[in-house]
């Protein structure tokens, strides 16, 4: 019964009754039947890359990689947890950073990334050199200007809190904690991060809710005629890795050249999923666009050549870009905020432990 | 019928039962076996020492060895008539620091007569792209690059007053796509010898692994141009000379 309630009622309900129940109970108490969340497949949404058969969800290990997840344990200095940079209301992306933030006050080179619908993505990070959602982890957990930790240290330290080796053997049924144990608990918490509950993804499934309106339409109509085939699909996004115009040289970040050492691959970043798009700013790589006004100003007239500017945007008789009028970036701006998930930002169960 | 047999009846006539198996050679396969294989690192013929001993490349450039790690994978044992057997789940990190790992013993291997042998030096390209691994695959043995995800096959440090800067040699070879494919696969002869395994025999199998021809065979090693490669088509240099001459059989004991 309470198992049918959760499933039907209306997101900011489900986040509200979270709250409330939040203040004198635990998880456990007020839904017994909460269940893991993102392990299906949502009717619009192509077939997963990593399955949930791959690491079937239970509820123990979900909680498990959840606390993983917002620990700072795993960082260096003990105050850097995956969430301070991968932040729930702006779809785990960090808000208002250009660059991420890791130990000592240390900036990144790159933008951290919104995290969703990982499970149907092959490759991860800008320049696309994490290729499973297990092992993914282990970059920023050991990235010098992030996490700066080792794996073993990681290990260590878990191994010595005594909640978490119970926590552990409860889930994986021995002890002491591995590296397995570890990397396959926080995937099936990232695993779990699937958004598809925008108003897009009611239209698309024509269902309650679903409503586009006309600019709103027009602007669907632009993306997909105009930002194809790089915003491609259901993901808005089509995973390749792609220059767009951003630079005339890239010394200080190669891109995806960083992983194939390939001279083509200079300044080629894996093109990003629109969903959420209105939460995740700022934008690019390098996070240097503030607004998604500037990032479509970017595309239409701000383009720079260089030589591996993509293809897509060589235009007959002027410089790179993608030709919008100022209508339609009113209408692509205005369908872009439909892909916004509330939802998914305010599922309790993907929140910090309480 | 025969399971049926066996359900109905009890423990005497199931011991009768297998004391006819055992005259009946085509009842069922013979009870397998194993084989044990032992490694020697080398620097050219010279046994090889962590830090403390001091080498030349063919070039004659002198360099020394602190770290010596790599991968030896998908072990497979070829019959005269072509026929294979392939050692399931076959990944081994072989480190000249751990002389436990030099040591291994292939087991449940299928009785027979075996005139071939052949590895991988690395690991597959599915397991590169695999989930969250263990044993040998584990990525807190240092061999697991976090930042382009994938097996280091071989990891040699050390140093050379021929490396330029810090005189540091960096050999981190791994790499699984074109066109840095490092997986190499080793068949070294085995001289004419056959490996018979039997149940009640264990042959031994005595590889030499000799660091020098890491840096010769196809592609000459020159410290002074090339002392630091994690991947890419350094590594490919490397891992071609690996391919040619890094393994040889040194003799086998029938056992």
């Known amino acids: 019964m309470p198992r049918r309630w959760i499933t039907t009622v209306r997101p900011a309900l489900l986040g509200l009754v979270g709250l409330l129940a939040a203040a004198c109970t ?329 | 019928m025969k399971t049926r047999f066996f359900s109905r009846f009890s423990l005497p006539l199931l011991a009768a039962s297998t004391l006819l198996a055992s005259c009946n050679k085509n009842d069922s396969a013979p009870e397998p076996g194993s084989l044990a294989i032992e490694i020697d690192h080398l620097v050219g013929n010279t046994p090889l020492k962590l830090n403390t001993g001091t080498y030349t490349n063919g070039l004659g450039q002198p360099f020394t060895v602190s770290t010596f790690n790599y991968y030896l994978s998908n072990i497979k044992l070829g019959k005269a008539d072509g026929t294979e057997y392939a050692e399931p789940e076959s990944y081994r990190l072989i480190k000249e620091s751990d002389t436990s790992t030099k040591t291994f013993t292939l087991e449940n291997v299928p009785a027979g007569d075996y005139t071939s042998l052949s590895f991988t030096i690395g690991v597959d390209s599915a397991r590169n792209v695999a989930g969250a691994q263990t044993g040998a695959l584990d990525p807190t043995n240092g061999m697991f690059w976090s930042w382009n995800s994938g097996y280091i096959y071989t990891k040699l440090e050390g140093s050379s007053p021929a490396a330029g800067g810090n005189q540091q040699l960096l050999f981190h070879i791994g790499g699984f796509k074109s066109p840095n494919n490092t997986i190499r696969i080793a068949s070294p002869s085995l001289n004419g010898a056959v490996l018979q395994v039997r149940k009640d025999r264990t042959p031994a199998v005595h590889l030499a692994a000799d660091v020098q021809k890491m840096f010769t065979g196809p592609h000459v090693i020159d410290f002074s141009k090339l002392s630091n490669t994690m991947g890419g088509s350094n590594s490919v240099l490397v891992a071609d000379n690996q391919a040619v001459g890094m393994f040889r059989v040194d003799h086998v004991h029938a056992n």
């Open chain 1, 26 to 354: 635990t998880d456990a108490d007020v839904a017994p039947a909460w269940e893991v969340p993102g392990t299906g497949t949502p009717a619009n949404f192509p077939a997963p890359v990593y399955a949930a058969s791959q690491n079937p969800p239970t509820r123990e290990a979900f909680e498990l990689g959840r606390t993983l997840f917002y620990d700072p344990l795993l960082s260096r200095t003990g105050d850097i947890s995956c969430g301070s940079c991968h932040q729930q209301f702006v779809a785990f992306a960090h808000q208002d950073h250009r660059l991420s933030h890791g130990v000592d006050n240390l900036l990144g080179t790159r933008n951290a990334p919104a995290l969703q619908n990982l499970r149907w993505r092959s490759e991860f990070l800008w320049d696309g050199g994490a290729k499973n959602l297990e092992t993914m982890p282990l970059a920023p957990l050991t990235s010098p200007v992030e996490m700066d930790e080792t794996l073993e240290n990681v290990l260590r330290k878990l191994n010595a809190a005594p909640r978490y080796v119970d926590q552990f053997e409860q889930v994986y049924g021995r002890r002491p904690i591995d590296s397995q144990q570890l990397l396959r608990a926080l995937a099936q918490f990232t695993a779990s991060l699937t958004s598809s509950n925008s108003r897009y993804d009611h239209y698309a499934r024509h269902e309650a809710g679903g409503t586009l309106a006309a600019n709103e339409l027009r602007g669907l109509e632009i993306l997909r005629q105009k930002c194809s085939p790089c915003h491609a699909g259901e993901l808005f996004t089509d995973e390749t890795y792609r220059n767009n115009g951003l630079d005339r040289t890239f010394a200080a970040d190669s891109g995806r050249a960083h992983i194939t050492g390939r001279p083509q691959d200079v300044g080629r970043f894996q093109v990003p999923s629109l969903r959420n798009v209105a939460l995740t700013a700022p934008y690019m790589h390098d996070g240097r666009l503030q607004t998604l006004r500037q990032v479509l100003d970017h595309y239409s007239d701000g383009m720079v050549e260089s030589g591996t500017l993509d293809a897509q945007f060589r235009r007959a008789g002027r410089g790179p870009g993608i030709t919008l009028s100022e209508t339609e970036k009113t209408d692509l701006l205005a369908f872009l905020h439909t892909l916004t998930d509330p939802t998914f930002i305010q599922d309790q169960r993907l929140a910090e432990g309480r």
